[in-house]
């Protein structure tokens, strides 16, 4: 436990001097390579880990074996056919490029991980970086090792609503789409994105009460729409 709160604590503190060096010295480049190891680190964690820590964890090191078994993508992607083709891609990665599962591990937070603080950046005019990463990592950084496809979908998901905030819906939807060939969870989001749409044309104070609401019980809808409790 005391590896993890120590890792949790260095990334929350590198992301904290990357938005000092945005905000004290206007250092751009700074800031963003300070996030990009903060990412990192929670991304190295994962890869590090025992294959029995997390409940996902066994199962993918079971897959990673098989595809090694595979002669290339398609027949990795056609062996487990009712799973989403981009994981499968980042499995067959993981076995045939790298040949261990821990890479799977790595690339999955790499992905979840960074695709949430690219998300987050695009709102650090009106929210503190740092803090929105804290809250992250202390609330979800553990689906990450129980729900990993699950969690890069949604990792999307999330990138794509911030685009959605820059009214950029066609590059919303995309990333939705995209979301969805990581795990269909993330089909419900179409239909949030669509509500959002419409309160933009009826903006009243009721109408934002509703969207906070949603908003905040579409990762706990998600998980119901996966089956993962």
């Known amino acids: 436990m005391l590896i993890y709160l120590g890792t949790f604590a260095?990334?929350?503190?590198?992301?904290a001097y990357g938005e000092h060096l945005r905000t004290k010295k206007n250092n751009e480049k700074g800031f963003y390579l300070c996030l990009a190891l903060a990412v990192l680190v929670m991304a190295v964690l994962a890869g590090l880990r025992d294959p029995s820590i997390g409940t996902d964890s066994v199962v993918y090191e079971e897959w990673v074996a098989d595809a090694k078994q595979q002669d290339g993508l398609l027949a990795c992607i056609r062996q487990r056919h009712k799973t989403e083709p981009l994981f499968m891609t980042l499995v067959y990665l993981a076995a045939h490029v790298f040949g261990d599962v821990h890479w799977l591990y790595f690339m999955v937070d790499l992905l979840a991980c960074g695709l949430f603080m690219i998300g987050l950046v695009q709102y650090k005019e009106y929210v503190s970086v740092p803090y929105g990463w804290l809250a992250y990592i202390c609330l979800h950084y553990g689906d990450t090792y129980n729900a990993e496809r699950q969690?890069?979908?949604?990792?999307?998901?999330?990138?794509a609503f911030s685009f959605a905030w820059?009214?950029?819906?066609h590059w919303a939807f995309l990333l939705l789409a995209v979301s969805c060939l990581f795990h269909n969870a993330t089909l419900?989001?179409?239909g949030a994105l669509l509500i959002y749409i419409l309160l933009q044309h009826f903006d009243t104070g009721g109408s934002k009460v509703a969207w906070r609401y949603f908003r905040s019980t579409l990762p706990s809808s998600a998980r119901l729409w996966?089956?993962?409790p």
């Open 10 to 15: 260095a990334s929350v503190g590198i992301a």
């Open 166 to 169: 820059k009214k950029k819906y």
């Open 151 to 159: 969690s890069v979908a949604l990792g999307v998901a999330f990138l």
């Open 226 to 228: 996966s089956g993962w």
């Open 188 to 190: 419900i989001s179409f």
